[in-house]
């Protein structure tokens, strides 16, 4: 590990965030604005190089203090790492564009806001942190960095259903993190050593390994709201603010989502199994069925969304069954985990730009007619257009219709469903799209249609509409360095060799 070329852009992209959230809070309010936005534009620039000199010189490294693991701690940016970090600085600089225009416009009524913006700083080095952790307790420091951060912003709006649903999030995230704080003191009780490096060769099947595994993977679960922890995810994001809504869903569950993949492929090789497997991918596959049914019916335009999240999350748990064939079975092309894998990053980009473009466009409507009611969308099309666009191109994303990059993640999961003879989960996938066409097509339709009574519009700025359309835009154009991406990610050892412990791994089924 310590021969991989060195850099301090790592530990930039943790300290930067932390520095000027810092820096905010002392400054009022338009000051702590300024500051915020700065800050931000700042990390989301220093990503993006950090994200190219990763395609130039390979998996990057910074070890603090000079100590090498397991004494001291490693920040690893290998190309996973960078696509999440690049990923997470393109949506959040929309965002913090939005939230500029979105509390300035509110400012006159009480509604500025000031502690949104270190918050999400804090957030955002919660999150550049975690995807660059290479220990287990340095990801459990991270967790509850994102974890406290995002509660905050939740009731950010000091309404009571937001205080509500803020504390049972606040609830769901200590049991998860418990479970998960549990596991990593069974692991270091095996072996010694919390570096995931170490842990993958160090790490023998046993008891204490598979209760480690089965304690850490639920405790992700809660975190990451999959079926059936989820309870806490809809009200949660529907009564936040709009740019929060938008951070919760794009951004937050990704980070723990991302650790997930990561312990599957480089830690448990050694204790996974075809059941281990199927029981996620079920989880997922009731998550695409419950989440796109509970969307459809509901009457608000942003608990729509919200369970449409959910729906969305169960396609990324439906990768981790193709990770793991039957005892006996051989894949029908080598290809299947690379289609697998870029499915799964596809699905994480696809729905972070379509799903905070959403959440983004419900504001918008919230600030023009006060609430979000679906019924109320009516002649929506003729007084902001661009809006419905947004709505629309996030929509068709969402549903999985080419080009965007939802087709990409639907697409390159069915291949890598039926290249591995696991084609009982195509179903599920299918269904999950026509739920989706039918609440996306319903907004729509209600969008364009003639108003029943006036209603009196309020004037929204022009930019804020403009940052919803351009995040839906970009939902599509992921697409075009598809084949860059992928070239990209298998230059990673978590994509290619990282993972033939569970596919290789011979006996108890470990196949």
Not at 3 to 25: F, K, Q, R, W, Y
Not at 155 to 183: D, E, N, P, Q, W
Not at 415 to 437: D, E, N, R, T, Y
Not at 442 to 467: C, D, G, H, S
């Amino acid at each position: 590990m310590t021969d991989l070329p060195t850099s301090p852009l790592p530990a930039l992209l943790v300290g930067l965030p932390i520095l000027m959230a810092t820096l905010s809070l002392f400054f009022r309010t338009r000051g702590k604005a300024l500051v915020g936005l700065v800050g931000c534009l700042l990390t989301a620039g220093l990503s993006f190089i950090a994200f190219a000199e990763v395609t130039r010189r390979g998996t990057l490294i910074h070890i603090l203090g000079g100590w090498d693991p397991p004494l001291g701690i490693l920040l690893r940016m290998d190309p996973l790492a960078a696509v999440f970090i690049g990923m997470t600085a393109a949506v959040g600089a929309f965002i913090s564009l939005y939230a500029w225009w979105y509390f300035r416009a509110q400012e006159s009524t009480g509604g500025a806001f000031p502690l949104f913006w270190p918050l999400w700083l804090f957030l955002w080095a919660g999150l550049n942190g975690l995807f660059l952790s290479n220990d287990l307790f340095n990801l459990f420091v991270t967790i509850e960095v994102i974890g406290i951060s995002a509660v905050a912003l939740a009731v950010l709006s000091g309404k009571v259903a937001a205080l509500f649903a803020g504390l049972r999030y606040l609830l769901a995230a200590i049991a998860g993190s418990m479970a998960y704080l549990f596991g990593v003191a069974l692991l270091y009780g095996s072996t010694g050593t919390l570096d995931i490096g170490l842990l993958g060769q160090a790490l023998e099947p046993g008891p204490a390994t598979t209760f480690a595994l089965l304690v850490i993977t639920l405790g992700l679960m809660i975190k990451t709201a999959s079926f059936p922890f989820h309870f806490w995810l809809p009200p949660a994001h529907s009564s936040a603010l709009a740019p929060v809504s938008a951070l919760l869903s794009a951004l937050v569950v990704k980070g723990t989502f991302y650790i997930l993949l990561r312990l599957w492929t480089e830690v448990f090789g050694v204790s996974l199994t075809f059941a281990a497997g199927q029981l996620i991918g079920l989880a997922g596959a009731a998550a695409v069925i419950w989440g796109s049914w509970q969307a459809f019916m509901q009457t608000n335009l942003k608990l729509v969304v919200a369970h449409s999240s959910v729906a969305q999350l169960g396609y990324l748990l439906m990768i981790f069954p193709l990770l793991v064939l039957a005892p006996g079975v051989t894949a029908g092309s080598a290809d299947w985990l690379s289609s697998a894998w870029t499915a799964g990053v596809y699905q994480v980009m696809a729905h972070a730009f379509a799903k905070s473009s959403f959440f983004l466009s419900a504001g918008i409507i919230i600030m023009a007619l006060g609430h979000d009611r679906i019924e109320s969308l009516r002649d929506l099309a003729t007084r902001m257009p661009m809006t419905v666009m947004a709505m629309g191109l996030a929509g068709v994303s969402l549903i999985g219709l080419p080009p965007s990059g939802g087709f990409m993640a639907k697409w390159m999961l069915l291949k890598g469903i039926f290249l591995s003879g696991q084609w009982w989960w195509a179903p599920a996938v299918l269904a999950g799209s026509m739920l989706a066409a039918g609440y996306v097509f319903r907004i729509l339709r209600l969008a364009f249609a003639p108003a029943a009574e006036k209603q009196t519009w309020r004037p929204v700025p022009v930019a804020l509409q403009l940052v919803a359309l351009l995040l839906a835009l970009a939902s599509f154009l992921i697409v075009f360095p598809a084949d860059y991406l992928v070239q990209f990610l298998e230059s990673s050892k978590i994509f290619g060799s990282g993972v033939e412990t569970i596919v290789e791994g011979g006996g108890d089924g470990n196949y």
